[in-house]
């Protein structure tokens, strides 16, 4: 079984779009992941940080839909939010030092902590940092 971490690009292109309606590769791709069964992974830095830019740039009715879409994922177990801890905090700010020419999000440290943890395939977004750290980017 393939593990997929869902970075904070992937789920605003899954719900919204500065150019009007989301385009069909954020939905797409989430849909084939859903039907090939991959294990996909997120953590609740990252529910924070889309949470909040999708209330800032698209409003409170995309922040709660975002809201009603990891609660549903997570009670059907197709989506598995990885909590913060200790030592997940300590992991992140070890890659944020590691990284110190890239300019990473608390978020985007957090998820290269869990998609190593969780020896994650790939990772579902859009931000390239990731292929600096040796991940796999999808769409």
């Given at each position: 079984m393939?593990?997929?971490?869902?970075?904070?690009?992937?789920?605003?292109a899954l719900l919204w779009s500065r150019e009007?309606?989301?385009?069909?590769?954020?939905?797409?791709r989430y849909g084939q992941l859903k039907e090939e069964r991959a294990r996909l992974v997120t953590s609740d830095p990252v529910i924070a940080e889309t949470a909040t830019r999708l209330r800032y740039d698209a409003g409170l009715?995309?922040?709660?839909?975002?809201?009603?879409?990891?609660?549903?994922?997570?009670?059907a177990g197709t989506l598995v939010v990885?909590?913060?801890?200790?030592?997940?905090?300590l992991r992140a700010f070890a890659i944020m030092t590691r990284y110190d020419g890239l300019a990473l999000s608390y978020a985007d440290c957090?998820?290269?902590?869990?998609?190593?943890?969780?020896?994650?395939?790939a990772v579902l977004g859009l931000?390239?940092?990731?292929?600096?750290?040796?991940?796999t980017l999808e769409p």
């Open positions: 393939r593990t997929v971490h869902v970075d904070t690009g992937a789920f605003i009007g309606p989301p385009g069909p590769s954020g939905g797409a009715d995309a922040a709660r839909t975002f809201g009603a879409v990891i609660r549903d994922a997570a009670a990885r909590e913060s801890d200790d030592d997940l905090r957090v998820g290269a902590a869990v998609a190593t943890e969780t020896w994650a395939d931000n390239h940092d990731f292929r600096v750290m040796g991940f």
